[in-house]
């Protein structure tokens, strides 16, 4: 009888930590502040592609020009209050997209909760970003290593996710000379990054060639910031 009971509650117990399994992301530590959520949009990455394919009816990607005059591999658009850009005069956020003139489109709610449940089960509970900025790979696309330190609040992290083919992301130190680990990020996976490592160098190696059946020939990556 007493045994039949400790088997039963041995029973829920199992069953709780099965549902667990499933609801609670996988966590990879990367370096301090930093997380990765493998597969973390896997379910939904079919309809955060449909709202990029919103977004970019009114705000086209376009091959941005850095300061130094160097014209972008990577192709960028945004979405929210702000957008990130860059030209001859700097790297800003802006709230106007520069080739319409007008507002960038809206942050789509699928997008932003995304980012604060990626955010909350990394441990920053309480991010809600206002600019989605959203980057597009063709093969020999690459970003050189970079540190992000144009927010205002480096208390906030940043949530970014991958959609469709591999990419090889380095994640180096606070100088420019560390080196850097390097982490293959795949479609569905998330990254999440704050804390001490907020102004760790990183970028992306040149895209290799391929397929991928969502994002064809590209790798999309949007990162979710609080830049006001
Ligand atoms: C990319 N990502 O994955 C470029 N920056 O295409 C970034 O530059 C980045 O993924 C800050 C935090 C996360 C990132
Ligand atoms: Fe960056």
Known sequence: ????DFNKLEARAMSQQEIFE??????????AGAVLLR??????????????????????FRHMVTPGGFRMSVAMTNAGRIGWVTDRSGYRYSPLDPLSGRAWPHLPGLLSRLASDAA?????????PDVCLINRYA???????HQDKDERD??????????GLPA????????RTDKPLRIRLLSGDVIVWGGVN??????????PKGVHPLTGAFRINLTFRCGL
């Not at 909350?120 to 809600?128: L, T």
């Not at 090889?168 to 100088?175: A, D, E, R, S």
């Open 154 to 163: 480096f208390d906030q992290p940043i949530v970014s996710l991958s959609l």
């Open 22 to 31: 499933v609801a609670l992301p996988k966590v990879e530590h990367v370096a």
């Open 198 to 207: 907020r102004l760790a160098y990183h970028g992306i190696a040149p895209l």
């Open 39 to 60: 597969s973390y949009a896997e379910t939904s990455q079919a309809a955060v592609l449909e709202s990029i394919h919103q977004i970019e009816a009114s705000s086209p």
């Open 1 to 4: 009888m007493v045994l039949n």
């Open 168 to 175: 090889t992301f380095m994640f180096g130190g606070l100088k």
């Open 120 to 128: 909350a089960s990394a441990g920053f509970p309480s991010f809600e």
């Open 139 to 145: 093969p020999g696309a690459r970003m050189a290593l």
